[in-house]
């Protein structure tokens, strides 16, 4: 081909997705196969959600690109101004306005590794350096080394906070030192894309902060405890300044009404919240339990997946659960090659997962 990319895409590689079900089953001749590779909501949506989907808005019709009712459902959810709030398709896609507003050539990005590949994808596609700061032995985001890494040209620090993958979070008091070590003209990006799943109490507050930085922004989703991946619909919370300077990059129809109207209904349903969170609860201490007491280390986890160190290839332990029809991820792909990173299913998802590992290791 004779076409010319910009240097900077002409190296990427696409995003891998977990692999979808239809496609392992057609591949290992299986009938039943359970997911546990992407951290969506084994429980669905909200019973008021699926309602609403069977007779959904009309798909003639163009969505309202400012999500206005949406907008003022989530400001008085969060007691924040209307104005403080940026919708995208996906918080991915919140990740990327950010880098096409802020990051290009001459800047730099500061983030930990391993986190959410997202960050560093579209940072590289504006052509900004990546400073990459390994998170510490036990997992955790080394906030004294990115500090440290910080400099003139530094545009945005990324904090996943639980870091996915590996699920640790970063307590109060730790944000907001950080937070008043970062110089001002670095935007301060809180990712908390599974924040409805923190057990922890000394998890951060952050939206208070927006008060006192106008360089923090947050970023949350309703594809995780709220069971709306496949509608795509998430949001960056920040100060009025920097959402106005960023909205005008956002394609006019980014979200659907579809995907807004089942946002609204979801964050309503607070009893669908509260029942997924104790189950994921339960459900994660039991596996905790279960890999622990075969001797693997698991990583501390916020959040509703775990990451297990199974002490051999993750490829291989990912390939050998696929085989028996439960698809995990494999860890190699994500930085930690000695580990899979499993979502938290149902309890029978759970059965069948360890009836698999035990089945692997007989
Ligand atoms: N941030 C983190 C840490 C994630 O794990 C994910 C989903 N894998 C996202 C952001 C993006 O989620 P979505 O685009 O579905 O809102």
């Not at 977990?18 to 949506?45: C, D, F, H, Q, W």
């Not at 032995?137 to 996915?164: F, K």
Request: hydrophobic share 35%; proline share 6%; charged share 20%.
């Amino acid at each position: 081909m004779k076409v010319k990319l910009k240097p900077t895409v002409d190296h990427l590689t696409p995003y891998e997705p977990g692999r979808p079900m239809e496609a392992v089953k057609a591949e290992y001749g299986l009938t039943e196969v359970i997911k546990l590779a992407s951290n969506e909501n084994p429980y669905g949506a909200s019973k008021d959600v699926e309602q609403f989907l069977q007779n959904p808005s009309p798909s003639q019709i163009y969505p309202d690109g400012h999500a206005a009712s949406l907008r003022k459902t989530v400001a008085e959810h969060l007691d924040v101004q209307e104005d403080q709030l940026l919708f995208g398709a996906g918080s991915d896609e919140v990740i990327l306005f950010l880098c096409r507003a802020i990051l290009g050539p001459g800047t730099n990005t500061v983030m930990a590794t391993p986190s959410f590949s997202q960050y560093k994808h579209n940072a590289s596609i504006e052509g900004c350096e990546i400073i990459e700061v390994p998170l510490t032995s036990s997992g955790d985001h080394d906030l004294e080394r990115m500090l440290a890494a910080i400099n003139e040209e530094t545009r945005i620090v990324w904090v996943c906070n639980p870091n996915n993958p590996s699920g640790n979070y970063i307590n109060q008091d730790m944000f907001s030192s950080f937070m008043k070590k970062v110089p001002d003209h670095v935007l301060v990006v809180s990712d908390e894309a599974y924040v409805e799943y923190v057990e922890a109490q000394d998890y951060p507050d952050t939206i208070p902060m927006l008060e006192t930085y106008d360089n923090l922004l947050i970023l949350r989703t309703f594809s995780k405890m709220y069971g709306l991946a496949g509608l795509r619909i998430g949001y960056g919370v920040g100060h009025r300044d920097l959402i106005s300077k960023v909205e005008p990059l956002r394609p006019p129809f980014n979200t659907t009404t579809i995907a807004q109207q089942a946002a609204m209904i979801a964050l309503a349903d607070t009893e669908f919240v509260q029942q997924c969170y104790e189950k994921n609860r339960a459900e994660k201490q039991r596996l905790r339990s279960y890999f622990e007491e075969q001797g693997y280390n698991v990583y501390p986890s916020e959040t509703n997946f775990l990451l297990v160190n199974v002490q051999k290839n993750g490829s291989e332990v990912f390939q050998e659960l696929m085989k028996q029809g439960v698809i995990v991820r494999s860890g190699v792909p994500l930085g930690f090659p000695e580990c899979i990173r499993l979502t938290v299913g149902s309890k029978e998802e759970n059965d069948t997962l360890i009836r698999a590992f035990n089945h692997l290791y007989s």
